[in-house]
């Protein structure tokens, strides 16, 4: 407020005056609260200065970029209580549910019973303090309550196309296609091609994308499984037969498809029993192996293949210098690095207003280039 006052620059932006009285200090907070509280304002901000970056031609529409980064959120790591709660819907979910049927009918397989395509429940970590963050578990990241910003960056001049508030226990996939569409839609953007990092490479995203004839280039996922045994890429798919060949060349064929989009390959023990392998192929009691396969897996393996195109290097290499800026730019800059509101819609507020925040910066700059000093 001090700044203010004293600060032509913003009294120039908010039109006041330099006689005009300078408004209380609890007025944002009070109309946050009492005004605009459980309305959708931040996002009609948001999307009005995308559209004003689009009028300008900052906004390409063909090529996005997606991730997602963390914000502390303002709760005690250790005061929680646990509780059991389903795991989220994602928006493929019913395409799934429908390809499941399918392939267990092509498999002489009954279909699922309803109960069984309900989201899996788990015991899950809930902050006494803020009950929608989300207690986040991640390699390399810290642990504690968190909550996760999905943005969105276009690859012409870097304008945040959009920007999803999640618990940080949501996995980037779940959200990444709905909010693609979103884009699409309300921007009217011709999406050509998007980047993403490794978090986003599965079967659902693959199927998402060439479903709505878009290429798709994703990090490399690093292959996990327990140390000394058997790799998966040790057995080879062979689509005519629908079935993996073992390192010992044995034909392993498809006994059912899960819940959760996989199909079970499952060798035959016998042969298994006497095999070389036995040890650093399987630990199963019954000596079976079993090879899992996602109903979309060829998808995945297609959009997989882009990754080492020529094309798909260039297109890749920029995400560090689109979105990985925005969200380096925003923690710097915007103060993202903690969510400074309690609940996932105030948070979410937080997250738009920072994101049109960068957005007006990258209008301004566009209009007003810095010249180069000439001394
Ligand atoms: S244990 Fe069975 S599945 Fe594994 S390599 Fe040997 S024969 Fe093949």
């Keep these: 407020m001090r700044e203010i006052e004293v600060n032509v620059a913003y009294r120039w932006f908010l039109g006041l005056r330099l006689t005009d009285r300078v408004f209380d200090a609890s007025t944002f907070s009070q109309n946050r609260r009492r005004r605009f509280d459980g309305t959708d304002i931040a996002q009609r901000i948001f999307d009005h200065i995308v559209e004003q970056a689009i009028a300008r031609g900052l906004v390409g529409g063909d090529v996005l970029y997606t991730d997602s980064t963390h914000l502390k959120a303002s709760a005690n790591k250790g005061r929680y209580d646990k509780a059991l709660i389903a795991k989220s819907r994602a928006a493929y979910w019913d395409d799934l549910d429908a390809a499941i049927t399918q392939d267990r009918a092509t498999h002489g397989k009954k279909?699922?019973?309803?109960?069984?395509?309900?989201?899996?429940?788990?015991?899950?970590?809930?902050?006494?303090?803020?009950?929608?963050?989300?207690?986040?578990?991640?390699?390399?990241?810290?642990?504690?309550?968190?909550?996760?910003?999905?943005?969105?960056?276009?690859?012409?001049?870097?304008?945040?196309?959009?920007?999803?508030?999640t618990p940080a226990n949501v996995h980037d996939s779940i959200p990444?296609?709905?909010?693609?569409?979103?884009?699409?839609?309300?921007?009217?953007?011709?999406?050509?091609?998007?980047?993403?990092d490794a978090g986003y490479a599965s079967a659902p995203i693959a199927k998402g994308l060439e479903d709505r004839g878009i290429l798709g280039v994703t990090g490399y996922l690093r292959p996990s499984g327990p140390k000394g045994m058997l790799r998966k890429s040790a057995f080879d798919?062979?689509?005519?037969?629908?079935?993996?060949?073992?390192?010992?060349g044995q034909i392993i064929p498809c006994a059912t498809t899960d819940r959760t989009g996989y199909r079970h390959y499952k060798s035959d023990p016998a042969q298994c029993r006497t095999c070389p392998l036995l040890a650093s192929c399987t630990t199963n009691a019954k000596t079976q192996k079993t090879v899992t396969r996602h109903v979309w897996?060829?998808?995945?393996?297609?959009?997989?293949?882009?990754?080492?195109?020529?094309?798909?290097?260039?297109?890749?290499?920029?995400?560090?210098?689109?979105?990985?800026?925005?969200?380096?730019?925003?923690?710097q800059l915007f103060g993202h690095r903690y969510a400074r509101f309690r609940s996932l819609a105030k948070v979410q507020t937080q997250?738009?207003?920072?994101?049109?925040?960068?957005?007006?910066?990258?209008?301004?700059?566009?209009?007003?280039?810095?010249?180069?000093q000439t001394t």
């Excluded at 990444?176 to 993403?196: K, P």
């Design 237 to 248: 798919y062979d689509p005519a037969l629908d079935a993996y060949r073992c390192p010992e």
């Design 297 to 331: 897996a060829d998808a995945r393996e297609r959009v997989d293949a882009h990754r080492l195109t020529d094309w798909g290097k260039r297109l890749y290499k920029r995400r560090k210098e689109t979105v990985e800026r925005s969200f380096a730019d925003a923690k």
């Design 351 to 372: 997250a738009l207003l920072a994101a049109t925040a960068q957005n007006i910066k990258k209008i301004a700059m566009a209009k007003w280039p810095t010249q180069p």
């Design 111 to 165: 279909p699922l019973a309803p109960k069984d395509r309900q989201p899996p429940v788990k015991e899950t970590k809930v902050s006494r303090t803020d009950r929608d963050a989300g207690y986040m578990v991640r390699d390399g990241k810290p642990k504690g309550f968190f909550y996760l910003d999905h943005r969105s960056v276009d690859g012409r001049a870097g304008i945040i196309t959009d920007t999803h508030v």
């Design 176 to 196: 990444y296609l709905a909010r693609l569409d979103r884009q699409r839609a309300r921007f009217d953007l011709d999406v050509v091609a998007v980047g993403l």
